[in-house]
């Protein structure tokens, strides 16, 4: 009893201060100076028609650094935690009711198209909403509906392995080339920035991002596995 | 309009996360709170960036790139909020699986049972 009471009283205060600032809000009607200079810039200095995805690639690149050795982090973590102590159980060989023809079929249809889709959005994160993160984590829900399919379907690690060490080496690799070819560690302006709205513009912009939708996809299909063998028989 | 809408809507969103937080004594409870809660911070950021009369940072046939600065809404937000959203998912994937060793070692999901570090 008086633990709830208590709860409610630090809600009534949180709501009280959360309150306070919705009636002190009053919104802007310029651009602050910060995005006031990425809007102006960004097209002339970066070359992407998106302007989220050039703060995210380019002007605040280390930080999506951090942010993809986060996840990076997490699934090696995630990993470790679930195989301690759990003897590798191969003779895993439930007798599962079949998953229907629909499901079957459905899921061989969608799995291709799914992860043409997750594609399409990192390879056009500079011109279109969209981008590394948002693409990884596209490709991974082909991985979950193959786990819905068949929940005993085991991605191969190796592969997971090689695409993520590849493209993470590959992130690092080209943020080194900025230093080298261009402004600092990240800059995206090592090849030119071409045509603004093209495919093949805004430097370094859409390989950095496919490298970092290939490695959250990776990620985060590591991840599933992982929580998918933890099922038991 | 729209932003106070949606900034209402992510602070009664974080009150209703916390609130599942500290009165549940399922785990798994417990961490689908904490996702509201994420939700509402991100909800409030993302109002918070928002601007009346104005359309995404993205530059095309709507948006000229001599009139970005009048045209589009503050970027910064949106890009801060994809970065939560996506250390967000890692939390609660490591949440997930810690939540998983418990049951596996207590073989329980209520974490009243679990009266190790309580003093």
């Known amino acids: 009893m008086i633990r709830r009471f208590s709860v409610l009283i630090l809600l009534l205060a949180l709501g009280i201060i959360f309150a306070n600032l919705f009636i002190g809000y009053t919104p802007d009607t310029e651009l602050n100076q910060t995005a006031r200079y990425y809007a102006e810039h960004t097209a002339s200095d970066i070359g992407a028609t998106n302007i989220v995805t050039a703060i995210i690639v380019t002007y605040r690149g280390l930080d999506t650094l951090g ?21 590798p159980s191969s003779s895993l060989q439930r007798q599962l009711p079949a998953s229907g023809e629909l499901l079957t079929t459905g899921s061989r249809l969608l799995v291709p198209l799914i992860l043409l889709l997750g594609a399409y959005v990192f390879v056009n994160g500079h011109l279109t909403p969209g981008g590394g993160f948002q693409g990884g984590a596209i490709i991974a829900s082909a991985a979950l509906l193959l786990l819905l399919t068949d929940p005993l379907y085991r991605f191969s690690r190796r592969l997971i392995t090689i695409i993520e060490s590849i493209s ?6 080209l943020g080194i080339l900025g230093i080298l070819l261009a402004g600092g560690f990240l800059d995206s302006r090592v090849l030119p920035t071409g045509e603004l709205g093209s495919l093949f513009s805004a430097g370094l912009i859409p390989i950095i991002y496919s490298f970092v939708g290939l490695k959250v996809g990776a990620e985060f299909t590591s991840m599933l596995g992982n929580l998918a063998e933890t099922e038991k028989s | 309009m729209m932003a106070s809408i949606a900034m209402t809507t992510g602070f009664i969103l974080i009150l209703m996360g916390l609130y599942g937080a500290l009165t549940n004594r399922n785990i798994l409870r417990i961490i689908v709170s904490f996702t509201v809660a994420n939700t509402g911070v991100n909800l409030v950021l993302v109002s918070v960036g928002y601007m009346h009369g104005r359309t995404a940072p993205i530059l095309d046939g709507a948006v000229p790139v001599a009139e970005a600065a009048k045209r589009i809404i503050d970027p910064l937000p949106q890009a801060l909020v994809l970065t939560a959203i996506v250390i967000g998912v890692g939390v609660t994937a490591l949440m997930l699986t810690y939540a998983f060793k418990l049951y596996e070692s207590k073989g329980t999901l209520d974490i009243s049972k679990c009266r190790e570090l309580k003093w």
């Open chain 1, 168 to 173: 993470g080496l590959f992130f690092i690799g």
């Open chain 1, 67 to 87: 942010e993809v050795t986060v996840l990076f982090l997490t699934a090696a973590i995630i990993g470790l935690v679930l195989s301690q102590g759990n003897k």
